[in-house]
């Protein structure tokens, strides 16, 4: 595991919020030079500190104006079952996002769909896939915050 100092972390922050920054002006921004800099980027990303650089698209500008987080329960636990469920989340290009929980549920997935009849087709496809004992739908009203950017601590 690398360890990540605090000028690593500066870097680390910038990137969060713009993975396009030039390295040139990266590095003015965190005083280091062009090379330094480039140096320390690519020795994360070799590490897989830094797994990707994205871009994040306005889901609006795609239509895809809903997003629904969708609670799952199975009385299946076995590793077949697992593995087809793996496929069918996979296979759907709609769910963002797919978690194993403790407590109440099994999994959460959360969705991005155009509107909720586009949710009732996301569903029926998910139900064909794969056997579930329970499954419930949240849809977002208002979204408060949304952000990739993982906390950096700059002290």
């Excluded at 062009?34 to 500190?49: F, T």
């Excluded at 499954?135 to 950017?149: G, L, N, P, R």
Aim: net charge negative; with cysteine.
């Amino acid at each position: 595991m690398m360890e990540i100092d605090q000028i690593d972390r500066r870097i680390l922050h910038e990137l969060q919020g713009d993975a396009g920054v030039g390295v040139e002006a990266l590095g003015e921004r965190i005083g280091l030079s062009r090379n330094a800099c480039w140096r320390r980027i690519r020795l994360m990303e070799q590490a897989g500190v830094i797994r990707a650089r994205v871009v994040l698209v306005d889901p609006a500008a795609l239509g895809l104006e809903l997003t629904v987080f969708i609670a799952l329960r199975t009385d299946r636990h076995e590793p077949g079952w697992l593995e087809k469920f793996t496929r069918a989340v996979a296979d759907l290009p709609e769910i963002l996002g797919a978690w194993r929980t403790s407590g109440d549920l099994d999994y959460l997935l959360m969705a991005r769909v155009a509107d909720v009849r586009a949710y009732d087709r996301l569903y029926q496809r998910l139900i064909r896939k794969v056997e579930l004992v329970d499954i419930s739908a949240s849809f977002v009203m208002e979204e408060i915050k949304e952000t990739t950017a993982l906390p950096v601590d700059l002290a």
